[in-house]
């Protein structure tokens, strides 16, 4: 066993206790020792698997969606333990953006599964909202001359980018591109950033952005037998969205809704929260996981089911239990889900991406016969969500638990062909079962050593 959390000398560590909380800080405490071995001197790096497609040949530094968690989740532990050693960490990521911010605002490789490319949507509005939330923190803390270069790193990346690029029509943001479509979860997050953008300097502008992206989000709700679910995107043929609704990007509106309703008064997003929420719960399933689609006709796209992204709607759901106290059900599903969750982490400290990934074309469960190598990888651009996750419920009062971390070796599949999977403290590879190595990423390297073309961009 392995213990690698690289913390000052002074940062002790607690004792382990045998409760179900303790099983959350346990592995919270072994993921902060996973994000570390994944660091590079200029950020966090490696492989990515997604629903549209994968990427494992490049592995470099991606400042994309993966740092609103990672620095949410420094914060969050700042927060908990009043350890300085966590807001080091968090200012270490804030520069991370600082310095890979490029002279136009944008980010650099920041469109995670379309890595290395640039103008990600929504992840450079994550890396803005992950900048603010930084800013805020230290402008509370008196110290905000140290914050003004994160706030000023997501100012000229909201003007220059998102307003100066994206804004259409004076009522909304589209997407880069010559469709010019809309999604309403990447409007949401953008609303997200202003709000905080508003909050820090009192610019009242901020919110005309922001409320017109989510006047129109409103616009893709659907009532009915799928009440309450968001649309995935619409486009100028479909301009109230085509008929898939996404679980977890349905949760990332919530919060964004939740806010607007709470500043401007206007019920309508409070409501929309709400019916949102609904009929994200409507949809968990019995072992606390949700499916990837849900189509209008009612039919649903089970696999794969994310496992670490699972935690952002974990995150919304408890969230959401500050405005509905009594709202049982959310507290119920909570559960539920951290369950499914925290039995999907490995041996060394990094969350499964998924399940079922090999069923993602057929959707027929008997084409799953063991795990794909896109389930088992850990990626950082979804492990951050479950760090963003488990900190925010961490409230021991003191240090993390100690956290042993093991290298691991599984069996797994892809495109029918049997591999196996492994990880070290500096190394994931994959071999097929006679030994011959078919990829191999040596962690911190921007480019795996070894990728054999059955998985590019798959």
Not at 11 to 26: E, H, M, N, V, Y
Not at 207 to 236: C, F, K, N, V
Not at 337 to 359: D, I, M
Not at 381 to 407: H, M
């Amino acid at each position: 066993m392995l213990t690698l959390l690289r913390a000052p000398a002074n940062l002790s560590f607690a004792p382990a206790t045998t409760s179900q909380d303790d099983a959350a800080s346990k592995a919270l405490a072994r993921l902060v020792v996973w994000l570390d071995t994944m660091r590079t001197t200029a950020g966090y790096s490696g492989p990515v698997v997604h629903w549209w497609q994968s990427v494992l040949l490049f592995t470099g530094v991606g400042l994309d969606w993966r740092y609103e968690g990672i620095i949410s989740g420094y914060l969050n532990l700042h927060r908990a333990t009043g350890a300085d050693y966590w807001l080091r960490l968090a200012c270490r990521a804030g520069g991370d953006l600082v310095a890979g911010q490029l002279p136009l605002g944008n980010f650099r490789n920041s469109a995670f599964e379309l890595n290395p490319a640039t103008g990600g949507t929504p992840h450079e509005a994550a890396c803005d909202l992950a900048l603010l939330r930084l800013a805020a923190r230290l402008k509370q803390l008196g110290r905000q001359s140290e914050g003004d270069i994160y706030l000023e790193a997501a100012r000229a990346n909201l003007t220059q980018y998102h307003m100066a690029r994206l804004w259409q029509d004076q009522h909304s943001f589209a997407e880069p591109g010559a469709a010019r479509a809309f999604v309403p979860n990447k409007a949401a997050t953008i609303a997200e950033a202003m709000f905080l953008c508003y909050e820090l300097s009192g610019e009242s502008s901020w919110l005309t952005y922001a409320l017109a992206g989510l006047e129109r989000l409103l616009q893709h709700q659907r009532s009915g037998r799928l009440d309450g679910a968001i649309a995935q995107y619409s486009e100028p043929a479909y301009p109230h969205g085509q008929g898939k609704y996404f679980p977890f990007y349905i949760a990332r509106c919530v919060p964004a809704l939740l806010q607007v309703g709470r500043i401007s008064g206007d019920g309508r997003f409070t409501q929309a929260a709400e019916r949102a929420l609904q009929f994200i719960l409507a949809h968990q399933r019995a072992d606390g996981s949700f499916p990837q689609v849900v189509y209008a006709g009612g039919r649903c796209a089970d696999y794969p089911t994310w496992v670490a992204g699972l935690a952002d709607i974990l995150r919304v759901l408890r969230e959401a239990q500050a405005q509905w106290p009594n709202w049982t059900e959310l507290a119920v599903a909570e559960q539920q889900g951290c369950a499914y969750l925290l039995a999907g982490q490995l041996p060394s400290g990094g969350f499964r991406s998924g399940y079922g990934f090999a069923a993602q074309v057929s959707q027929q469960q008997r084409d799953i016969r063991g795990d794909d190598l896109r389930d088992l990888l850990p990626v950082c651009g979804w492990n951050d969500k479950a760090f963003a996750y488990l900190s925010a419920i961490y409230d021991a009062g003191g240090p993390l638990p100690s956290a042993e971390i093991a290298d691991w070796e599984l069996p797994c599949s892809y495109a029918g062909q049997p591999l196996i999977c492994a990880e070290t403290a500096s190394r994931i590879y994959a071999r097929r079962p006679a030994g011959e190595i078919v990829y191999d990423w040596v962690k911190g390297e921007e480019w795996a050593a070894l990728c054999h073309p059955m998985f590019y961009r798959r």
